[in-house]
């Protein structure tokens, strides 16, 4: 199963993410995680990225797309993968397939959380009063002034990409709004079956 997860910040992205993870046994790859990792350990992307980053802007496009071509090159995404926060612009978009083309790999889906604007800055306040709560450092763009840049960034530089894969015909359209099961069990019908996701007998019976 290899799916891209769209959505503005907040959207939800990274908690469905992780229940994709579980149910297929796929990776996900987050280049926001990517990111900050690499601030934390000081490479020469961390530091390239840390201050775009905190402004809530977007990282050059070539930066991010080698961050996941050294990825994909990297065993463990066989089974496939989820990417959350990437493509982010159409030039990413457009360099995703070709590496995916150059590994005769194709995507299963795109799938779009549709959120209210108005509730987002709501659902990060929640994630910076949660992660307080749990003693975490919160994110440097987890404050009001990076989030209005983050959405901007989103409206004007990834909102495109909905229109790119529906031309492609890769598009599914999820309500983002609803509760967290809800929304996993909307993704779920959004996608094609994952006949990999089954144990082997059940395979085997099925071509019998
Ligand atoms: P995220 O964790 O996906 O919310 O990403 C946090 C920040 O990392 C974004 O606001 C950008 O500054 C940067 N970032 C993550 N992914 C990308 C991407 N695909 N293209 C450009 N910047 C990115």
Redesign the pocket.
Known sequence: MRVILLGP?GAG??TQSQRLVEKHGIVQL????M??AAIKAGTPVGLK?RD??AR??????D??VGIISDRLKEPGAEPGFVL??????VK?AEALDQLLDKRGLSLDGVVELKVDEGILLNRIEKRLSDMRARGEAPRA?DNPQSFKT?LG?YRKQTAPLIDYYREKGALKTVDGMAGVDEVSRAIDEALPVDNSARPAQDVGQATM
């Open positions: 910040p992205k990274g987050s280049t926001g995680d990111l900050r990225a775009i980053m809530g802007d977007l990282v050059p496009d930066v991010v959350d926060g990437f493509p982010r612009t990413q763009d983050r960034a």
